[in-house]
């Protein structure tokens, strides 16, 4: 990659941007969730030195574009101040698109993908997806519901039956937790996951990974 910013004259946002040896798009700012730590709500757009504030989306061509050869990067990862699958079909066709060069795609994610689209659609990502890191947030539905403020009903149940699901159909899942979030058990979160024989990740609040 050569350039982390488009540069048109309407379009200076950050849409991939390099970090721990893995490149980073940051394609919509929009969510299924409203979570009351996410650095948005407190008009807070920048992580680790980067501005991710989009004044657009960007096209499918504008995103390949920017990360150039993906084969540069131990992992392109879908993760921004936006919920990558609310833009299915480009996540989709980026992915693919990634995945012909050569490259490996992580998709860091709500896991609300198969509710927001109304059908199960892990197998579909699975064709182009190698490993996602799904946001459980939290170890029962009403502490997930407190801290995410889901848009739509049956999140946390859907988030964890995705998780299922896209783990069998071929993509390596790992379910996250942020340490410190009040009432948040994060060993609990632990014991779901390896109950449901996914791995788990202790994540730091407003740390990129
Ligand atoms: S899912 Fe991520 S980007 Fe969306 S509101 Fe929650 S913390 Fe913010």
């Given at each position: 990659?050569?350039?982390?910013?488009?540069?048109?004259?309407?379009?200076?946002?950050v849409?991939?941007?390099?970090l721990h040896?893995?490149?980073?798009?940051?394609?919509?700012?929009?969510?299924?969730?409203?979570?009351?730590f996410?650095?948005?709500?407190?008009r807070?757009?920048?992580?680790?030195?980067?501005d991710?504030?989009?004044?657009?989306?960007?096209?499918?061509?504008?995103?390949?574009?920017?990360?150039?050869d993906?084969?540069?990067?131990?992992?392109?990862?879908f993760?921004?101040?936006?919920e990558?699958?609310?833009?299915?079909?480009?996540?989709?066709?980026?992915?693919?698109?990634?995945k012909?060069?050569?490259?490996?795609?992580?998709?860091?994610?709500?896991g609300?993908?198969?509710l927001?689209?109304?059908?199960?659609?892990?197998?579909?990502?699975?064709?182009?997806?190698?490993?996602a890191?799904?946001?459980?947030?939290?170890?029962?539905?009403?502490?997930y519901?407190?801290?995410t403020r889901?848009?739509?009903?049956?999140?946390?149940a859907?988030?964890l039956?995705?998780?299922?699901?896209?783990?069998?159909?071929?993509?390596?899942?790992?379910?996250?937790?942020?340490d410190?979030?009040?009432?948040?058990?994060?060993?609990?979160?632990?014991?779901?996951a390896?109950?449901?024989?996914?791995?788990?990740?202790?994540?730091?609040?407003?740390?990129v990974?």
């Amino acid at each position: 990659m050569t350039l982390t910013q488009t540069t048109t004259a309407d379009f200076h946002s950050v849409i991939a941007y390099p970090l721990h040896g893995n490149c980073y798009l940051n394609i919509t700012s929009e969510c299924t969730l409203r979570c009351g730590f996410c650095p948005k709500y407190k008009r807070s757009w920048e992580i680790q030195s980067y501005d991710l504030r989009l004044h657009r989306e960007p096209t499918v061509d504008e995103v390949l574009a920017a990360l150039g050869d993906p084969t540069r990067y131990q992992e392109v990862v879908f993760c921004g101040l936006g919920e990558p699958t609310v833009r299915y079909p480009e996540v989709l066709a980026i992915a693919r698109a990634i995945k012909q060069a050569g490259g490996r795609v992580r998709l860091n994610t709500d896991g609300l993908a198969s509710l927001r689209e109304g059908r199960d659609v892990s197998a579909e990502l699975a064709e182009v997806i190698d490993r996602a890191s799904i946001s459980m947030n939290a170890h029962n539905e009403a502490v997930y519901i407190r801290h995410t403020r889901p848009r739509l009903e049956g999140a946390y149940a859907a988030m964890l039956d995705f998780a299922s699901r896209a783990q069998q159909a071929g993509i390596d899942v790992t379910l996250t937790a942020i340490d410190g979030l009040e009432g948040v058990d994060v060993a609990a979160c632990e014991r779901i996951a390896t109950e449901m024989g996914l791995k788990f990740r202790r994540r730091v609040l407003d740390q990129v990974g």
